[in-house]
């Protein structure tokens, strides 16, 4: 090959990525306060990006603006190229966006098993699993959701815990959990928010390497908000950084750290945040 179209290829290859999510100018006021100021985002397929800053920033109010939680004030967003800005939450889930929530939101008094088999049926009901296409491999749907159960307990570690009520489990554990519940919905766009809160540095450790495997192993795009720079800095490419609404900087993670707004608003701030 020559280095002429060896540049082509990859000039090809570049333009091949393409545009999971978009935010134009995207801000949300909650009457005279500014949650999210004129936030613009351009994420690619298969990154991995961090939303860090101290707490209020508005890192959570941009997931709920993403999932239409809340209805935007201004901007726009795009999934794949489509506008999603005034779809439903429903909507969204449907193409391809799950989350997990700072506040583990789980049916505690159901067992590890049914907390993720509510999570196929809500999106057989809601039309996701129309096309019966595997059902040749299984003697019907119900057999198919217990496998795909199994699989994505054994993917985050739980599947010992099957038959156990969930509120009993840790919250290390439970947050597996969640994230196993956002597997579910087959998404192509995993918004994880604070998933290391209440892990300890080995759950730490391990979060980040079912991170980066269900990222390759699920095709997924992910954008995770945490405090725990351990898993902000060694596993994100790229860290986006809030203060009051207002991005103060984006890039990579040794940019953020020698960053002099970041440090003062944020890295230099102490504890008090974690
Ligand atoms: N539903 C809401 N109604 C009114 N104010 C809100 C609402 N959600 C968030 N806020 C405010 O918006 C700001 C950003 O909150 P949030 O996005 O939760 O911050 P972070 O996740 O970065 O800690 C905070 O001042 C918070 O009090
Ligand atoms: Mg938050």
Redesign the pocket.
């Known amino acids: 090959m020559t280095p002429q179209s060896a540049e082509a290829t990859k000039t090809i290859k570049s333009v091949a990525r393409q545009t999971v999510l978009k935010m134009e100018h995207v801000t949300k006021r ?1 009457g005279g ?1 500014v ?1 999210v100021s004129d936030f613009n985002l351009d994420l690619k397929e298969g990154e991995l990006i961090g939303l860090i ?1 101290p ?7 941009i997931f709920n603006l993403i999932t239409h939680v ?1 209805p935007i004030t201004e901007g726009k967003m795009e999934f794949y190229g489509k506008d999603i800005t005034n779809l439903t939450t429903d909507r969204i889930i449907r193409l391809g966006v799950a989350r997990t929530f700072q506040n583990i939101r789980l049916f505690s008094n159901m067992t590890v098993r049914e907390n993720i088999l509510t999570a196929f049926h809500a999106h057989l009901k809601s039309g996701l699993f129309t096309a019966v296409a595997f059902l040749p491999k299984y003697k019907n749907e119900e057999e198919y959701f217990q496998q795909k159960t199994l699989e994505l307990m054994k993917e985050v570690g739980i599947e010992h815990l099957a038959d156990n009520i969930s509120s009993s489990l840790p919250y290390g554990l439970q947050r597996k959990l969640e994230i196993a519940r956002a597997l579910a919905t087959n998404p192509k766009l995993l918004l994880l928010d604070e998933p290391a809160a209440g892990m300890n540095p080995d759950e730490t450790l391990e979060l980040n390497q079912l991170i980066l495997r269900i990222r390759d192993k699920y095709k997924l795009t992910v954008i995770v ?1 945490e405090h725990d720079m351990k898993v902000i800095m060694n596993i994100c490419e790229k860290i986006v950084v ?1 203060d009051h609404g207002v991005t103060i900087a984006q890039g990579t993670p040794i940019e953020i750290q020698q960053n002099p707004l970041v440090i003062k608003a944020y890295l230099g701030a102490g504890d008090e945040d974690a």
């Open positions: 909650f306060l949650a800053g707490n209020g920033a508005g890192k959570t109010t809340i908000i809030l």
